[in-house]
């Protein structure tokens, strides 16, 4: 399938933001599908069936986190949030009710044309496809737990995986530390990140070139992490 024929559908209440949406991305020759309000939103979602949301937190008839939950009940499609940059416990929200990604308004079209590839494409891989990933020299297969460089093989633990292979299927978008925490530790440790922050620590330790700087293993300031791989 080509670009050409990915449908987004962009919700956003405020004309004038829509249609600078709207005009980007057509310009990359994505059809795109207007909603101007939530239940706008849900009926396009449904009779359209379109292959990503951008998504609007603020709209008049309803918050966007209610949108989410909604279409997470009956679709897996990719959902990329946009939210003014103070709301940083409503991007957590999203992120935690089964938003894929995060834009911030204002936002930058290359930065936005970026997620959107990034979703579309995560969508368009299986899982087969995720468990194989290229991080600068080190090569990791998920599925059989093997790292390597072209050098040495790397030596990662059971729970490192876990974090990696919870990282790899959200890859190149966020997952926040509860979303991380719940499926790795369990919903039980939910508030407690030290567990997490340790094994970050050592998975950067061993995966990244100069750990200092992560490349691959990013920080989200206050989110979580995002894992970054080379195109493959
Ligand atoms: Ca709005």
Redesign the pocket.
């Known amino acids: 399938m080509t670009e050409a024929m990915h449908q987004i559908l962009v919700i ?3 004309p004038a933001i829509r249609n600078v949406l709207k005009v980007l991305l057509e310009a990359e020759r994505y059809r795109v599908i207007e909603a101007d309000s939530a239940l706008r939103a849900e009926i396009e979602t449904r009779s359209h069936k379109p292959d990503l949301l951008i998504l ?1 937190l ?2 008049p008839d309803g918050d966007g986190q209610a949108i989410i939950r909604r279409v997470r009940a009956w679709s897996p499609v990719p959902i990329i949030v946009l939210s003014a940059r103070a709301m940083e416990e409503q991007k957590i929200a999203a992120l935690d009710g089964g938003a894929d990604d995060y834009v911030t308004k204002p936002f930058s079209a290359p930065e936005l044309l970026a997620r959107v590839r990034a979703a579309l494409r995560r969508n368009v891989r299986g899982p087969e496809q995720t468990s194989a990933l290229k991080l600068g020299p080190l090569e990791l297969d998920l599925a059989k737990r093997e790292a390597r460089t072209p050098s040495a093989e790397v030596h990662l633990t059971p729970l490192e995986y876990r974090v990696l292979e919870c990282l790899a299927r959200h890859l190149g978008a966020i997952v926040t530390q509860n979303q991380l925490i719940r499926e790795v530790w369990g919903p039980e440790r939910l508030g407690d990140s030290r567990g997490l922050r340790v094994c970050i620590k050592s998975l950067r330790a061993k995966i990244e070139p100069n750990p200092h700087k992560p490349r691959y293993l990013i920080t989200e300031a206050g989110l979580g992490y995002r894992l970054r791989a080379d195109e493959t």
């Open positions: 956003e209440d405020e609007d603020g709209l």
